[in-house]
């Protein structure tokens, strides 16, 4: 973890939890995260549309990709070939209860990149049920762009579980701890995608 942000949630979700693998939804309190609000989102385990959907999503992040995010599929937002590994380490982290960081590059069809931390962290109902994760996105470095420009599709970089308590490893599953992500199409595939979609204005996957 490098960016601000991300350290700041992190620590929050970590002081929350004590001892618990992770804190109750209900003791998150949005009075006392202050500026981290707009980068941070809720996601949920939707069964009806089959998928880890956005619940809630700061006025950051729908800015980032120009819409109200609420409802949408969370792996939705990346390439095609990554959107199957995306969904599948959602639900690993709501069910291995371990707090998950994302490093993706984000594309516009304007052409321009930028590079982001992403972090989700597993949330308990009060009946022990673990469908909920809280997250934020942050970018790596400043771009005047942002939330102007927005984002059309993520691509996975890598990922990582932070087991950061003695002795929790995923319930003994090969669940992976890192894994590096396979671009799902080169540079110059994006590139075409990307123009193609300017003409078509279909978005690009």
């Known amino acids: ?3 601000q942000t991300i350290i700041d949630i992190h620590d929050y979700w970590n002081r929350l939890r004590g001892a618990s693998d992770a804190p109750l939804k209900s003791q998150i309190e949005p009075s006392s995260l202050g500026h981290l609000l707009p980068s941070l989102f809720i996601l949920e385990k939707n069964d009806e549309l089959g998928a880890v959907t956005f619940r809630l999503a700061g006025t950051r992040i729908c800015d980032l990709f120009g819409r109200d995010l609420r409802d949408e599929s969370f792996a939705e937002l990346f390439a095609d070939g990554h959107a199957d590994d995306i969904e599948a380490t959602l639900l690993g982290a709501m069910h291995h209860v371990i707090p998950t960081l994302l490093n993706a590059t984000g594309y516009s069809t304007a052409g321009h990149q930028a590079t982001f931390e992403i972090i989700v962290m597993p949330l308990r109902c009060e009946n022990g049920c673990r469908a909920r994760l809280l997250g934020a996105i942050a970018p790596s470095a400043a771009a005047s762009w942002l939330e102007i420009v927005p984002l059309d599709f993520l691509a996975l970089d890598r990922s990582r579980l932070l087991r ?3 002795g929790q490893n995923g319930g003994g599953s090969n669940w992976p701890y890192t894994a590096v992500a ?5 540079f110059s595939v994006v590139l075409g995608r990307m123009m193609s979609s300017l003409f078509s204005g279909v978005a690009p996957r």
């Open 1 to 3: 973890m490098r960016h």
């Open 164 to 166: 950061d308590k003695p």
């Open 182 to 186: 396979e671009p799902p199409h080169g």
